[in-house]
């Protein structure tokens, strides 16, 4: 044993020297050591002479919010984490929230919930198609509380019409800012007023919206006629294809004529090249079906 020891103390390297070496010294600068200075600081005397102010309990999370904002909490929390593969378990915490909210505040987690998705699918395109289905699970599964399935609808619509009426003109050009500063705004209101119409296309494809809607949308995009306006009509077309572009649906001969305006666009060169190429590439993929 004492051999040993003389050979822990002739190497200081060896493993059991760094150890009882540790062991001697506490290194303050250690998570350990600070926490025995800090509960040795609020057991000194001081603090019960009242010589040093004695530290407040920490705050809860969400203490002093009502139930209303602790729940838009919870739902930002919810639909921050949202994945295709974790889309069943968030899904139904997010239904719990809504089914065991009191009968007051229902309503306002219902319009928050329709609120946020509404937000998180403009801003995420990758991810509009599993927003939509949220919607529509959602709109299913609360019509069982008294009507918060409708509300809920109703206010998600709601935010839909607003967004486009708002989006059909573009905001005016700030001088003050720089010209870097000016393109993030324009790409800002771009990303914002097309997610819009890809999530009314999902939505009109899993028959959340009435289809006459369609044509409501297509013939503001065409009157308005913009650069911008074009774009999104293009993308609005390309989402709901797949579902109206049929030969039996009863709207389709007025699809039709939307089709051939915008084949007149396309030929017309005062548009911007740009959205011409968009119109072309519109076209040749109806065309290859």
Not at 274 to 289: H, K, N, T, V
Request: charged content about 25%; proline content about 4%.
């Amino acid at each position: 044993i004492v051999g040993r020891d003389q050979d822990i103390q002739s190497d200081p390297n060896t493993i059991e020297a760094r150890l009882l070496a540790e062991d001697t010294l506490i290194d303050p600068n250690t998570i350990a050591a600070r926490l025995f200075a800090e509960d040795d600081l609020d057991a000194s005397p001081a603090a019960d002479l009242g010589g040093a102010p004695a530290r407040s309990a920490p705050r809860l999370f969400g203490a002093g919010l009502s139930e209303v904002e602790r729940g838009v909490r919870q739902i930002k929390s919810v639909l921050n984490k949202l994945t295709r593969a974790r889309f069943d378990t968030l899904y139904a915490s997010l239904l719990a929230l809504c089914i065991e909210a009191q009968d007051s505040h229902r309503e306002q987690i219902v319009e928050a919930v329709a609120a946020e998705v509404f937000a998180k699918a403009t801003g995420q395109h990758m991810l509009v198609d599993l927003y939509a289905d949220l919607c529509a699970r959602l709109q299913a599964d609360l019509e069982t509380l008294r009507g918060c399935g409708v509300h809920f609808k109703r206010t998600v619509v709601s935010h839909c019409q607003e967004a486009f009426t708002h989006y059909l003109t573009p905001p005016p050009c700030n001088a003050e800012l720089d010209a870097e500063a000016q393109f993030e705004e324009l790409m800002k209101y771009k990303t914002s007023m097309l997610g819009n119409v890809l999530l009314v296309g999902h939505l009109l494809q899993r028959n959340l919206l009435n289809s006459r809607l369609v044509f409501h949308c297509t013939g503001q995009l065409l009157e308005t006629s913009s650069p911008e306006t074009l774009e999104t009509l293009c993308v609005f077309l390309a989402t709901i294809g797949r579902t109206f572009d049929k030969p039996d649906w009863a709207g389709h001969q007025k699809l039709e004529a939307v089709f051939a305006q915008l084949g007149d666009i396309r030929r017309d060169t005062a548009v911007l090249p740009r959205i011409r190429f968009l119109i072309q590439d519109l076209l040749d993929s109806r065309a290859a079906g």
